[in-house]
T-cell receptor, first 109, second 111 residues
Framework: ETGVTQSPTHLIKTRGQQVTLRCSSQSGHNTVSWYQQALGQGPQFIFQYYREEENGRGNFPPRFSGLQFPNYSSELNVNALELDDSALYLC????????FGPGTRLTVL | RKEVEQDPGPFNVPEGATVAFNCTYSNSASQSFFWYRQDCRKEPKLLMSVYSSGNEDGRFTAQLNRASQYISLLIRDSKLSDSATYLCVGYSGRGADGLTFGKGTHLIIQP
């Protein structure tokens, strides 16, 4: 068990909708990163939050946004969903090592 | 061109055999490298770090060749439970850059 939890485990949305995914990080870890893993691909870095501020971002458009809360839990928001957003969304909390949560599987129809 | 490239496989290997995976990277800014293991529909889990001097953990040996920008993973005496996808990962050393993953190599150990 990594101590990183994500909710929901599965989600189905339609194109154009908005979605919010949640992550509770491991106790003591103040950094949270989000990754998108499409089928057959490796995870792709979306962004990282440190002490409630975004401090790094991968090659994802602005409709991917996030939040980190004082307890270091985090949300990933995706607006105007597209079919290609269907993927496993992973969050990772890190101290000296990154620990991944089990992921949220998003299907966009 | 992707920064980390791997042969996606699948590699079908009989139980007890030795199997080797390779990975190449193109971003010389990557300072650290790792192998992660991912079981079907699960999250990636750190298998081991990779050093230029090579490192071994039981049946697993990892090696980094910076001159050739090449990373390897060797699994000896393979077990059925080794069946998984193995992800090669680079890290710049700057947390805000995140980890750079390859597509993964799918390994199937056959009885």
């Amino acid at each position: 068990e990594t101590g990183v939890t994500q909710s929901p485990t599965h989600l189905i949305k339609t194109r154009g909708q908005q979605v919010t995914l949640r992550c509770s990080s491991q106790s003591g870890h103040n950094t949270v990163s989000w990754y998108q893993q499409a089928l057959g691909q490796g995870p792709q870095f979306i962004f990282q939050y440190y002490r409630e501020e975004e401090n790094g971002r991968g090659n994802f458009p602005p409709r991917f946004s996030g939040l980190q809360f004082p307890n270091y839990s985090s949300e990933l928001n995706v607006n105007a969903l597209e079919l290609d957003d269907s993927a496993l969304y992973l969050c990772a909390s890190s101290g000296t090592e990154q620990f991944f949560g089990p992921g949220t599987r998003l299907t966009v129809l | 061109r992707k920064e980390v490239e791997q042969d996606p496989g699948p590699f079908n290997v009989p139980e007890g055999a030795t199997v080797a995976f390779n990975c190449t990277y193109s971003n010389s800014a990557s300072q650290s490298f790792f192998w992660y293991r991912q079981d079907c529909r699960k999250e990636p889990k750190l298998l081991m770090s990779v050093y230029s001097s090579g490192n071994e953990d039981g049946r697993f040996t990892a090696q980094l060749n910076r001159a050739s920008q090449y990373i390897s993973l060797l699994i000896r005496d393979s077990k059925l439970s080794d069946s998984a996808t193995y992800l090669c990962v680079g890290y710049s050393g700057r947390g805000a850059d995140g980890l750079t993953f390859g597509k993964g190599t799918h390994l199937i150990i056959q009885p």
